[in-house]
């Protein structure tokens, strides 16, 4: 592309461009960038057009047109992805591998330690008295019993804790 071709055109591509980008619910920058890389490619394959000024002003409808039924067909994201401020598809799976090892450790406790230690974990959020109901013992001894209960998970999960770390 010859500097007197790009001279000669910019000036009309401008006021092309910006009268025709916010028919289009575009910007007018946007809209010359897509007209000068058209007129890029058309050089290489066709050489210069025979009317500069008449192509340039049907290339600016062109790209207008094709803007128009992008925006039309495309939607945009309220929120960017990387903007979002909840966990992430990998914090998501984490978290759902660690869920899976503890209730696996937890099934693997003795008496009633797996049975004591769900109940604690239901999403049903029961109380001390409806948990004792539940388990036939005593409100009293539940606090025992569960530190009983979370000391055998302790040392249950340090083996497996301790091999995570040491890969990971």
Not at 48 to 67: H, I, T
Request: aromatic share 2%; with cysteine; proline share 9%.
């Amino acid at each position: 592309m010859t500097p007197e071709l790009v001279a000669t055109l910019r000036p009309l591509l401008a006021a092309e461009a910006s009268a025709e980008a916010y028919a289009c619910g575009g910007e007018p920058g946007d809209l010359e960038q897509a007209v000068w890389l058209r007129l890029l490619e058309r050089m290489e394959t066709e050489g210069p057009p025979a009317d500069p000024q008449r192509w340039l002003r049907e290339a600016v409808r062109a790209e207008a047109r094709r803007s128009r039924r992008t925006r039309e067909i495309e939607r945009p994201y309220d929120t960017e992805p990387a903007d979002r401020t909840g966990p992430g598809p990998e914090q998501l799976a984490l978290a759902a591998a660690r869920h899976r090892v503890l209730r696996a450790a937890v099934r693997r406790l003795p008496g009633r330690c797996p049975r004591l230690l769900e109940a604690l974990l239901s999403p049903r959020d029961l109380t001390y008295r409806e948990i004792a109901g539940e388990l036939g013992i005593s409100q009293g001894s539940l606090g025992p019993e569960r530190s009983r209960c979370l000391g055998c998970l302790r040392r249950l999960l340090t083996p497996e804790v301790a091999a995570l770390e040491a890969r990971g």
